[in-house]
């Protein structure tokens, strides 16, 4: 079974739904992040969590809010899509404490399709 | 201009050949660094980090220039399996962030 997992894997909705992508993993780690990937763009940082309840935005959390109630899940919510925001979108963990906090681990990523 | 550059390729290379992925990055204050391979429609997966003494793992080979603030990746002897994206990746202490390159795509032919 896979350690970090992402429901749904694919989404098509329209302009000013709200959508919510959830994540779980069980690999036992506090660190949580949501990224979206662009072509040509990279992975981009939208939100991170180290700890329950903990919430950190990170480099475009505009148009995104998440939400982190138990250690192992941590979803990500769009209040109303736009078309912009067609994109693959991974779930990571990372463990805590030195050079541990080094690898990322992703969930295998959801492509939402804005329309 | 992006915080952390590669070169988008492709590299179509011949199996058994050497191919080398430069990338560069912006941020003098960024503290570690890391090759993460990711496969078509995959998720990334960590490669390998980047020491400041230069390191290797089989026929991977990753060096780092703080002075230049430059990366490099040198794939040995490539396998058809090596064909994937090679993202370069930077991590800064300051903000406890990991930032990504937008990849380097590889093919390695028969």
């Known amino acids: 079974d896979a350690d970090v997992t992402q429901t749904p894997r694919n989404r098509i909705t329209k302009t000013g739904k709200r959508i919510m992508l959830e994540c779980s993993q069980t690999?036992?780690?506090?660190?949580m992040y949501w990224y979206r990937q662009d072509p040509g763009l990279g992975l981009r940082l939208i939100y991170y969590?180290?700890?329950?309840?903990?919430?950190n935005k990170g480099e475009i959390s505009d148009g995104y809010s998440v939400s982190r109630q138990a250690q192992a899940k941590f979803s990500l919510s769009l209040e109303s899509a736009i078309p912009n925001q067609t994109a693959l979108y991974f779930c990571?963990?990372?463990?805590?404490?030195?050079?541990?906090?080094?690898?990322?681990?992703f969930g295998p990523g959801t492509r939402l399709t804005v329309l | 201009r992006k915080e952390v550059e590669q070169d988008p390729g492709p590299f179509n290379v011949p199996e058994g050949a050497t191919v080398a992925f430069n990338c560069t990055y912006s941020?003098?204050?960024?503290?570690?660094f890391f090759w993460y391979r990711q496969d078509c429609r995959k998720e990334p997966k960590l490669l390998m980090s980047?020491?400041?003494s230069g390191n290797e793992d089989g026929r991977f080979t990753a060096q780092l220039n703080r002075a230049s603030q430059y990366i490099s990746l040198l794939i040995r002897d490539s396998k058809l399996s090596d064909s994937a994206t090679y993202l370069c990746?930077?991590?800064?202490?300051?903000?406890?962030?990991?930032?990504f390159g937008a990849g380097t795509r590889l093919t390695v032919k028969p």
């Open positions: 990746v930077v991590r800064t202490y300051n903000n406890n962030d990991m930032r």
């Open positions: 690999k036992g780690h506090d660190r």
């Open positions: 980047v020491y400041s």
């Open positions: 990571a963990t990372s463990d805590f404490g030195g050079d541990r906090e080094n690898e990322q681990f």
């Open positions: 941020n003098s204050a960024s503290q570690s």
């Open positions: 969590s180290f700890d329950v309840k903990d919430i």
